[in-house]
């Protein structure tokens, strides 16, 4: 009889304290109205990825960019200041930048001389890479007292003779043509950039280059047809 009387308490606490649960908001509900530290979390880590990915394309692109063209200006020296000549040329001043490796030759005689010893008012000829608007970085200067005139582009087809280090010696028609090279000339053929590597003793090549006054030609391209054996 007493367990009776304890069983009906009970049921009437369950049926009373159920609808309480119910109507309470549940987890999942309130868990969608802010958000939770992990899923703040997630978009801080998909943002670093993105800019991860931008950097790298951005690399890729900078890497896969094709070298400068060197350019020559020619004109007069007007101010020496500290590793920077300013020279006037026919469409104005030009920034010319000086380092350890800019070649700095006197003319006539080609004698070798350093930047403390180009005067005002010498004529030059300034050849290098550009470096923004009426910059050059400069690789070779020839400086006169005289005129000088600007070295010319030239190019020519033949057949690769001899590979150097430096440069390339190519059988012509009538003779044989020693062309300089560096680490800015452009190695090409059909299917796209080579490398200088990828040239053989018996290729036929079409160069592009710079030809100054004593005739010495400073390839800027080295378009490859054929190979020794197989036709592009």
Do not use: C, W
């Amino acid at each position: 009889m007493q367990k009776k009387y304890l069983l009906i308490p009970l049921i009437a606490l369950t049926v009373y304290i159920t609808p309480t649960f119910a109507a309470s908001p549940s987890p999942t509900s309130s868990s969608t109205t802010s958000p939770s530290p992990s899923s703040a979390s997630d978009a801080e880590i998909t943002q670093n990825l993105k800019k991860k990915i931008i950097e790298n394309l951005d690399k890729e692109t900078e890497a896969s960019m094709p070298p400068r063209s060197p350019r020559a200006y020619v004109g007069v020296v007007k101010d020496i200041i500290k590793d920077t000549l300013i020279m006037q040329d026919k469409d104005g001043k030009k920034d010319i930048k000086l380092g350890t490796d800019t070649n700095i030759i006197r003319s006539p005689g080609n004698a070798v001389i350093k930047a403390e010893n180009i005067r005002i008012d010498d004529y030059i000829i300034a050849i290098g890479y550009p470096d923004g608007d009426d910059t050059l970085t400069g690789r070779r200067l020839i400086v006169s007292i005289d005129p000088i005139k600007a070295p010319e582009k030239t190019s020519g087809l033949g057949t690769i003779a001899k590979i150097g280090k430096t440069s390339i010696t190519l059988k012509l028609e009538d003779k044989d043509q020693v062309v300089d090279t560096t680490t800015k000339t452009i190695y090409k053929s059909s299917v796209g950039t080579i490398e200088s590597t990828d040239l053989s003793v018996g290729d036929t090549v079409i160069y592009t280059a710079l030809s100054d006054d004593h005739n010495e030609l400073t390839a800027t391209v080295i378009m490859r047809t054929q190979t020794a054996s197989i036709s592009e």
